[in-house]
């Protein structure tokens, strides 16, 4: 099973960027599948999720009307367009697969670095 995240970087605030987490190993189209983020020396917080086989998406009220998860099942990809960024966004952001709604992650990516700074 491999989780890999891409599209981290530097953003200036209110700027874009689009996070990407290629799946491998497992039916991508039976889990569902989250964006967490975790800034440094605090604990982990959930950002989206979205129901890949019915297309349901949650998000967390910080992100929520910025932030838009989506899959393309086609290709085993899990998307995080991030719109209108701010300096608090900067953090690790990981993708992960869980077996059930909001249930518990199973398999996680290995991360990547979104810093917001002018």
Do not use: H
Not at 76 to 91: A, G, H, I
Request: charge should be positive.
């Amino acid at each position: 099973v491999q989780l890999v995240e891409s599209g981290g970087g530097l953003v200036q605030p209110g700027g874009s960027l689009r996070l990407s987490c290629a799946a491998s190993g497992f039916t991508f189209s039976s889990y569902w599948m989250y964006w967490v983020r975790q800034a440094p020396g605090k604990g982990l917080e959930w950002v989206s999720a979205i129901n890949t086989g019915g297309g349901s998406t949650y998000y967390a009220d910080s992100v929520k009307g910025r932030f838009t998860i989506s899959t393309d099942n086609a290709k085993n990809t899990l998307y995080l367009q991030m719109n209108s960024l701010k300096p608090e966004d900067t953090v690790v952001y990981y993708c992960a697969a869980a077996r059930w709604g909001l249930g518990p992650a199973v398999y996680w990516g290995q991360g990547t670095q979104v810093t917001v700074s002018s």
